[in-house]
């Protein structure tokens, strides 16, 4: 009888401990369900500033590399001074900037005073970078100034490159290439080439424009010219100095498409030359460049 309330009292035991561990794990794999499936609690508030903080992250994100790959720094442009020269606020600091490898002809200069085209160049770069602009620029390789403290870089204005623009408008020269700077020297001249076809801009002016500057004297005569002219208005270069159909003759047509010359300036020129394409006043053609020399005419430099 002793015996069988022993095991009575052990079965009962081992009967409470099996219900009590059953329970125990029933609560824990409800508790572990719950914390995976139920987000943490925040409030609205926090919400509605993290979706804010994100879109304004996004709106405010600018490209962070140049064409080249190299890093470009964010500014803001605070003054214009001419065609190629700027003032950007980068950091906190005021800083006048250079654009590498292009040159816009002069428009206050103490010795070369206004030079042809200076003015449209400078009115082109206030109307695309005006004050307050975001723009970010590609700092030069190397000691990154010029002999005038001035910074040089490329500038940069909604991905793409501005002193790339103003070559396209033939508002400036590939000019100023100094090694290691030369990254883009291809592209420059690839660029330049197109507008001397088209014959717009500094390149509308025969033998203007030039590898060591701009020859005013060049311009001088044909803004006489254009003076004299009835279709000229003279109230802007483009206007004084752009090309008059009205003298758009072509002689000797016999030896058309070999070497064309300029009966205004008596220069000539041969294909692949800087000023072919764009050479469209008064042609006169010769089968050699004998031919044009004893005709007296000379080669043009470029």
Partial sequence: MKNKIVHALLFFLVMASILISGCASSDVTKEATTKDTTPPAVSSNQTANGVKDKQ?????????????????????????????????EINGKAEKVRMLCVDTPETHHPRLGVQPFGPEASDYTKKILPVGTKVEIEPG????????????????????????MLLEQGLARVAYIYAPNTQYVDEFYAI???????GIGIWS??????????????AKGTQEKDTNS??????????SYQNNPSDDKETNIKCEGKIKGNANSHIYHVPGGSFYESTKNNIVWFCSEKEAEDAGYRKSKK
């Fill in 141 to 164: 390789i190397g000691s990154g100034r010029d002999k005038y403290g001035r910074l040089l870089a490329y500038i940069y204005i909604d991905g793409k490159m501005f002193n790339e």
């Fill in 230 to 239: 009835k279709t000229s208005t003279g109230t802007s270069s483009a206007n």
């Fill in 205 to 218: 002016i025969e033998n203007y424009a030039q590898e060591d500057g701009y020859n005013t004297d060049a």
């Fill in 56 to 88: 304004t992250a996004q709106e405010t994100a600018t490209p962070a590399i140049a064409k080249s790959g190299a890093k470009l720094i964010a500014g803001t442009i605070v003054k214009n001074i001419d065609g190629d020269t700027i003032e950007i």
């Fill in 192 to 198: 330049q080439k197109e507008a001397q076809k088209k």
